[in-house]
């Protein structure tokens, strides 16, 4: 059975089990890692188009949820990698968004080291500042890094979502038991870690941009599902 093949044990049946979402928590706490002004989104968006050489095409490297939940425009794609990064949970714990103070998540940023196969997307030139800033708004608040991936056509620069290494918003090196036992149960306002799981590995496979860690997980935290609600799913 080749990758392209195999199938994922962690699936929608599992995901329905839990909360679809919890209410909104209401307003953020205004402090150095809550909303930015607008002024700073456009700042940013600002300095990434200043950065691009006369002539140059806007490029973002989508590791996530960004492959599954385009929140931007764009008028090319490609698979790619790079290298001196890792996709990993190390973003968190998140109490809002996909996880509630008794049950934090962890999502996925880039984290130093290894190396990374994701889609790079080429952004349209018309409207570009309003589509990148959009992104900005959607995205935690760390600046955008520029990383150079390799395509079967090439390399390319692009923007990526790191994470930056040092605030109260990394989580480390966290073991995949702790990353699967957190997950499991973890549901915030916008929807289930279970859910944000399933929806990446599956995309992944079918962009055949497999993750062995990402593969595991999505085992480790179904198994959790099923002993959580033991007899809710059809045997396997």
């Known amino acids: 059975m080749t990758q392209r093949d195999r199938k994922m044990r962690l699936t929608e049946a599992h995901v329905a089990l839990l909360p679809a979402r919890i209410d909104d928590p209401g307003p953020m706490r205004l402090d150095d890692d809550g909303p930015r002004a607008d002024g700073d989104y456009s700042a940013t968006a600002a300095a990434l188009i200043d ?68 889609m790079v997307y080429r952004l349209p030139r018309e409207n570009l500042a309003a589509n990148i800033e959009g992104l900005l708004r959607k995205e935690p608040p760390f600046p955008p890094r520029w990383l150079n991936v390799t395509t079967s056509l090439g390399t390319v620069r692009a923007f990526a979502f790191t994470h930056p290494g040092k605030s109260t918003e990394y989580a480390g090196h966290l073991s995949d038991e702790a990353v699967a036992d957190a997950l499991y149960r973890a549901v915030g306002m916008i929807g289930s870690m279970a859910q944000y799981v399933y929806l990446t590995v599956l995309h992944l496979e079918q962009l055949g941009l497999c993750d062995d860690r990402m593969w595991r997980m999505q085992e480790m935290i179904a198994e959790r599902i099923e002993l959580a609600f033991p007899g809710k799913l059809p045997a396997r």
């Not at 996530?64 to 990993?88: A, C, Q």
């Not at 998140?94 to 103070?101: K, S, V, Y």
Request: hydrophobic letters at 30%.
């Open 51 to 118: 950065a691009l050489p006369a002539g140059g095409e806007m490029w973002l490297f989508a590791f996530g949820s960004l492959i599954w939940n385009k929140r931007f425009t764009y008028d090319e794609e490609r698979p790619g990698m790079v290298r001196g990064w890792h996709r990993d949970f190390c973003l968190g714990p998140d109490t809002r968004f996909r996880g509630n103070p008794e049950a934090p998540g962890y999502t996925l940023s880039l984290d130093r080291g290894g190396q990374c196969k994701g």
